[in-house]
């Protein structure tokens, strides 16, 4: 935002990780700069000078509680997840369901912005083309997709933790495709597996395609919704259409990528 912050202070939970250090790196250059502190189990990589890192494991409450004691954000960003292509889903389950709720239940905080993913309106089977944010959640019964299904699980409960009361936390979903831009894991071991020869097989015709959402713009959106967050909290939005509060946004970019 071109405008002075409304982040006085914020959390980044996984704020080690390729989209939270980014995110970390963008709200200090807010005006003015919020106090920046970050939780995550692998605190060694990514840091950043002026920054309060805290070894926490999201699943261990005890853990959450107590660093929340001496960080006290008024915003959390929590952008914490196993990768994507496990197939563990007790892990799914434990840090992406749990430690979710977990947060939840003990953050006092004004605002929290979950980075869900776009997968949770996808049943992994159908096509879905120009899906907006209207699209149900889905969870998927036999949990193909074990992933998607622990997102989706745990962006709903995300979005049922919203409340209005005067202590009570808004909260919201950004949901991104694959993300890509710099500090991104996935587009140079793209390349170079590529560059090793070692994309032999094409499934369907080539033509599939995907989306995929520029990680600055995921980041603007998480602050967007944010700044919408506080600002609800004294001036409640007029209309149901400004709402941000307990609601879930796709973010994808307008291109669709084929492959
Ligand atoms: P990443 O793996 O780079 O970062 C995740 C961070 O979470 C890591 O630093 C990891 O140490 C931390 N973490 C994992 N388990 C934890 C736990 N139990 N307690 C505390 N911290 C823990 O992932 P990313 O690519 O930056 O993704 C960020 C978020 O965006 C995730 O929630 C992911 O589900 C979501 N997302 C990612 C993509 C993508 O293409 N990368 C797409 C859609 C949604």
Same mark, same amino acid.
């Given at each position: 935002?071109?405008?002075?912050? #409304?982040?006085?202070?914020?959390? /980044?939970?996984?704020?080690? $990780?390729?989209?939270?250090?980014?995110? =970390?790196?963008?709200? !200090?250059?807010? %005006? *003015?700069?919020?106090?920046?502190?970050?939780?995550?189990?692998?605190? #060694?990589?990514?840091?950043?000078?002026?920054?309060?890192?805290?070894?926490?494991?999201?699943?261990? #409450? &005890?853990? @959450?509680?107590?660093?929340? %004691?001496?960080?006290? *954000?008024? =915003? @959390?960003?929590?952008?914490?997840?196993?990768?994507?292509?496990?197939?563990? !889903?007790?892990?799914?389950?434990? /840090?992406?369901? &749990? $430690?979710?709720?977990?947060? @939840?239940?003990?953050? #006092? =905080? $004004?605002?929290?912005?979950?980075?869900?993913?776009?997968?949770? /309106?996808?049943?992994?089977?159908?096509?879905?083309?120009?899906?907006?944010?209207?699209? *149900?959640?889905?969870?998927? *019964?036999d949990q193909t997709e074990i992933y998607s299904h622990s997102k989706a699980v745990a962006d709903q409960l995300v979005l049922n933790a919203n409340s209005t009361t005067p202590a009570g936390m808004l909260t919201s979903c950004i949901r991104p495709s694959m993300i890509f831009g710099e500090g991104d894991y996935v587009t140079g071991e793209l390349v170079k597996r590529a560059a090793e020869g070692k994309y032999k097989w094409q499934i369907g015709d080539g033509k599939n395609e995907c989306d995929w959402t520029f990680n600055e713009n995921v980041i603007h959106a998480q602050f967007l919704a944010a700044e919408a967050l506080l600002d609800a909290r004294v001036h409640p939005p007029a209309s149901d259409d400004m709402k941000v509060a307990g609601q879930g946004f796709l973010i994808t970019n307008d291109e669709h990528i084929s492959f």
């Open positions: 935002p071109s405008t002075a912050t #409304k982040i006085q202070s914020a959390l /980044v939970i996984g704020g080690c $990780g390729s989209l939270g250090h980014r995110t =970390v790196e963008q709200l !200090l250059k807010l %005006e *003015p700069t919020p106090q920046v502190a970050v939780f995550d189990i692998q605190t #060694k990589i990514n840091r950043i000078q002026d920054v309060n890192y805290y070894d926490v494991d999201i699943t261990n #409450k &005890d853990q @959450i509680y107590s660093a929340l %004691e001496r960080s006290r *954000p008024e =915003v @959390i960003f929590h952008t914490a997840s196993p990768p994507a292509a496990l197939s563990d !889903l007790p892990l799914y389950m434990r /840090v992406n369901v &749990d $430690g979710t709720r977990n947060l @939840i239940e003990c953050a #006092k =905080v $004004g605002a929290f912005v979950y980075t869900s993913s776009a997968s949770v /309106v996808h049943d992994s089977v159908s096509d879905m083309t120009d899906g907006d944010d209207s699209l *149900p959640l889905l969870y998927l *019964p």
